[in-house]
């Protein structure tokens, strides 16, 4: 197995107009992803973690399917941790997470949506977001990669410009160092045309405890609290297993064109909408719906939502 730290660029200047830099549109192509250092500023960062206290702390503990508000708790049904389902649910510091200044404008230009059609309803949408909770022994298993054929996450670069269909920003809310369980990465597999030779033995799948652990090619990414990954989700990746106590904290926002829809059947609350910015509103629900009025059949129900 290879095994590398990825290399990191630091960000603590980032500001909303702050594009990525020539090297990190250089390696982001090569490699299908970046680590952004001290992205989440120190405030916001003990904020969440409250946060996240409250729902780890709830007696008895929260299980699978159970609902705090509009958050719900979630496993993919492996050993791959607790999920805390639309986490953007859970209070300011998580609203703020949708438009960050450390990521937005790279997010935008990663999805490559500013200047053509694709920003239709919005700048960009978010079709899943959570927290996952990781104890020891668990892992996620190995899954996507260019060769998966998915237009869904799929990679392209074209005309000078990126095009990634979903950008996943990965925040590591906990250190994350050897033993704590990384997400692993193969550089290059968001562009590479075989599938990897080892991914029926470490493929994520229903039941099964695997891990991206010993995977010929992949790297496994450290980051301290407050670093995030981000990676277009067409590289093939998962996670090494946590051999550590306690538990390893990410957040994953899912970023693609506005004319995308939810991957679970979640929806943002009104509650939630209300108390956003235009910007994030656009972001979090950028579909409108039309009134069917006039109308020649009387008393026609019109679209149940009507957000923007
Ligand atoms: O949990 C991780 O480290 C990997 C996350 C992941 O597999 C995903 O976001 O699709």
Redesign the pocket.
Known sequence: MTTTTATTYPTQQATEDQKLTDMQRYLFDLRGYLVLENAIEPALLSALNSKLDEYIDMQPPLEHGQWVGAVQAHTFGGD??LNLQQIYEAGTAFQQLIDHPSWYARVLELIGSEHNFDNHHGPMFIDENFA?L?GSGQA?GM??GKAEGSTRIQYRFENGAFHCAQV?V?MALTDIGPGD????LIPGSHKSNLRHPQQDTHA?AQGKNTSVDGVEGAIEVHMNAGDVLVFC?ATC???ARRINEGL?R?V?Y?YGPSWGFFRHPYRPSADLLSQLSERQRKIVWPHGTIDRTPNRIPDYPSPERDIV
């Open positions: 791959d941790g996952s990781r996620i899954h996507s996943n990965l369980g990384g997400t692993m994520i989700d990746h998962g996670s390893r990410v994953v899912r």
